[in-house]
C-alpha cells in the first residue's frame, strides 16, 4: 500500500532542493487535509495533555525537550471529534572522544552525533462517550520495576493476567477505573497491543477525554518533511499518510467501542459510505492542488492518468470489519 517514498527513500532528480520542496509539500497537506475537513498545521504548540503524559511517565525525553512538528484536528467517523499530535523527543547532541598519548587530557574529534533517546510517536485526544471525573492511567507493564504510586494515584489490580502483563493501571478512583476499564475493553486493548501501531500502546482517561500516546518512531509519520521526484510522488505520500490517520482513528474508535470491534452490517455500510464519500471529496481537490504545486510539464498526463491511485490506501477501509 506504501510507497517507497512512505519509508524514506528519496528518488534522484528531485523537483527543487529540500528547502523549498518542504515548503510545498507543507501547503500541498494543508491542502488536502482541508478537502477532507480537517485542519493541518506544520508549526505547532505542545499538546495541552503534555506535561500530565510526561509527569505519569508516559512519554519521556532524556535531553529534557520535545519536537512538535505536526498537528491534525478533525473529525471521523461518526463525527468523533478528535486531535493528533505529533511529538518527539529532542535530539542529544554528544561529541566522540579520544585519548591522546601526548596529552594528559582527552580531546574531541571535531565530529558530533545526535541521537534521541526517548518518545518517539502520536498522541491522539478524543472525548470518550462515559462521563468520569478522576484521572486513570495504562501504562507499559515494566514487571518489578512497577512503581506503587504514580503522581498520586494508586495501582489497580485486574483479573485478567494476559492483560496485567501487557499494562499497568493507576486511578485515583477504583471502582471508576474498574467501570471504565470492562473485560470487553480489556480485550480489544490486548488486540491491538498486538498490531504494529499498537505495539507501545499507553492509554489515560483524564476528565471527559481518553488520549492515547503510540512510540512508533519513524514508522507512523504525517508531517515529516520528504522529498518527491514530482507533484504526483508527493500527493501519493500524503494520500497514504492520511490513510494511515485513518487506521489509526479506527483503531482508537474500535477501544471506545464506537465501532465494533466485529463487523455488523448496518454500520459497515455507513462506513464504507463515510469513506467513499471521502474518496470522492479528495479526487477533485488533488487535481486543484495540482495548479497550486510547482511540477514539471511532463508530469501533467501522468496526474490525470494515475490519479484514481492516489486513494488506494483509502479504498482499503471500505471492507467490513472483523
Known sequence: MYSALFYGIRPSGSLKTMSGFSAQVQELRTFIHEALGWHYSASTRAPNILLPLRAAGMITTMSGAFEFRGRVD???FGGQSFELADVTAG?????????????ADTRPYDATYSERRGFQGVVVSLPHHSHFQGVTIMRRDMGRLNPK?????????FASSEFEKIFEVYSDDQVE????ITPDLMERLIAFSKDYLGRN???AFIR???HITV????RFDFSRDFNAADYQDAATVIINEIGAIFYLLEKMQTLQARIGAKGEAAVDAERAAYYSELIDNLVPAIRQSADKFEKTHAN????????PLFCESLHGLLVPRF
Open 74 to 76: 478533525g473529525r471521523a
Open 149 to 157: 504510586h504514580v503522581e498520586g494515584l494508586k495501582r489497580v489490580g
Open 215 to 218: 512510540d512508533i518512531d519513524d
Open 201 to 203: 500502546l499507553q492509554c
Open 208 to 210: 471527559d477525554k481518553f
Open 177 to 180: 477505573a474498574r467501570y471504565l
Open 300 to 307: 501533467l498526463k501522468e496526474i490525470n492518468h494515475n490519479l
Open 91 to 103: 535530539k542529544m547532541h554528544q561529541s566522540s572522544y579520544r585519548h591522546n598519548s601526548e596529552y
